[in-house]
């Protein structure tokens, strides 16, 4: 899938056209103008032009109406991957648990991104990203959030370093934590369904967390509890 992501100097809506058998392409109804050309395809890593996975390094290609600019060309390669497991407290596969990796811009201009996938029934998962520096988080319903390496705060996270080969090992162990739980009643003591009870870190600055609600009895999962 080759895709025009942005106009430098103009400002027509973003197109984009799937490649051929042979791997050719051609992107029509474009304005005269300064383009930014992007490649991508699942399994592989996504390119700018000229063979650069950054878009703010891409090299810009000018278009004018009538003709066309040819060559645009791109080489695309199997990208690294860090995988691991996400097990529970006793030792058992989380299936379908979230795990994000969060890339660490090395300059101000750098763009940050964000790649996620969620574990098979094994509690295994593998994420494919370009080469760079990575925090990593799992979580799942019903347990606490945690980053690499078993830390709970994204400052301190233990940084993941990808280069052209694949990292393994990246485990996570998540627990349940704390569960506040009580009853929400009418003054006569009729239970009120689908109320919502929040917690907080202190009472006047922090927001509350998700609850969960069912029939008149609610339970507040303290997921974020020190």
Same mark, same amino acid.
């Given at each position: 899938?080759? &895709?025009?992501?942005?106009?430098?100097? +103009?400002?027509?809506?973003? *197109?984009?056209?799937?490649?051929?058998?042979?791997?050719?392409?051609?992107?029509?109804?474009? @304005?005269?103008? =300064?383009?930014?050309?992007?490649?991508?395809?699942?399994?592989?890593?996504?390119?700018?032009?000229?063979?650069?996975?950054?878009?703010?390094?891409? =090299?810009?290609?000018?278009? /004018?109406?009538?003709?066309? #600019?040819? $060559?645009?060309?791109?080489?695309?390669?199997?990208?690294?991957?860090?995988?691991?497991?996400?097990?529970?407290?006793?030792?058992?596969?989380?299936?379908?648990? %979230?795990?994000?990796?969060?890339? /660490?811009?090395?300059?101000?201009?750098?763009?940050?991104?964000?790649?996620?996938?969620? &574990?098979?029934? *094994?509690? %295994?998962?593998?994420?494919?990203?370009?080469?760079?520096?990575?925090?990593?988080? $799992?979580?799942?319903?019903?347990?606490?959030?945690?980053?690499?390496?078993?830390?709970?705060?994204?400052?301190?996270? &233990?940084?993941?370093?990808?280069?052209? $080969?694949?990292?393994?090992?990246?485990?996570?162990?998540?627990?349940?934590?704390?569960?506040?739980?009580? #009853?929400?009643?009418? #003054?006569?003591?009729?239970?009120?369904?689908?109320?919502?009870? +929040?917690?907080?870190?202190?009472?006047?600055?922090?927001?509350?967390?998700? @609850?969960?609600?069912? @029939?008149?009895?609610?339970?507040?999962? $303290?997921?974020?509890?020190?």
């Amino acid at each position: 899938w080759v &895709t025009v992501v942005s106009p430098v100097n +103009s400002k027509p809506p973003a *197109n984009g056209v799937m490649t051929d058998s042979a791997g050719v392409y051609r992107i029509p109804g474009l @304005n005269t103008g =300064t383009y930014i050309v992007m490649a991508s395809k699942d399994g592989f890593a996504t390119q700018y032009f000229d063979q650069v996975s950054d878009p703010s390094l891409a =090299t810009d290609v000018s278009v /004018i109406d009538g003709q066309t #600019t040819a $060559a645009i060309d791109f080489a695309l390669s199997v990208p690294p991957s860090i995988s691991g497991t996400v097990k529970d407290g006793s030792g058992n596969p989380l299936a379908f648990a %979230e795990v994000h990796a969060q890339s /660490i811009p090395l300059t101000p201009t750098q763009p940050m991104y964000l790649f996620a996938t969620k &574990t098979d029934v *094994n509690g %295994e998962y593998t994420i494919v990203a370009p080469p760079g520096t990575y925090i990593l988080q $799992a979580m799942a319903q019903g347990y606490m959030p945690m980053w690499y390496d078993q830390i709970r705060q994204a400052d301190s996270a &233990t940084r993941i370093v990808l280069g052209t $080969a694949n990292v393994t090992g990246i485990d996570f162990t998540l627990n349940t934590g704390g569960i506040i739980s009580g #009853t929400v009643r009418m #003054t006569g003591g009729a239970a009120v369904r689908g109320a919502r009870v +929040s917690i907080f870190f202190d009472k006047t600055t922090n927001p509350p967390f998700p @609850n969960n609600t069912v @029939n008149g009895v609610v339970k507040a999962m $303290a997921d974020q509890l020190p």
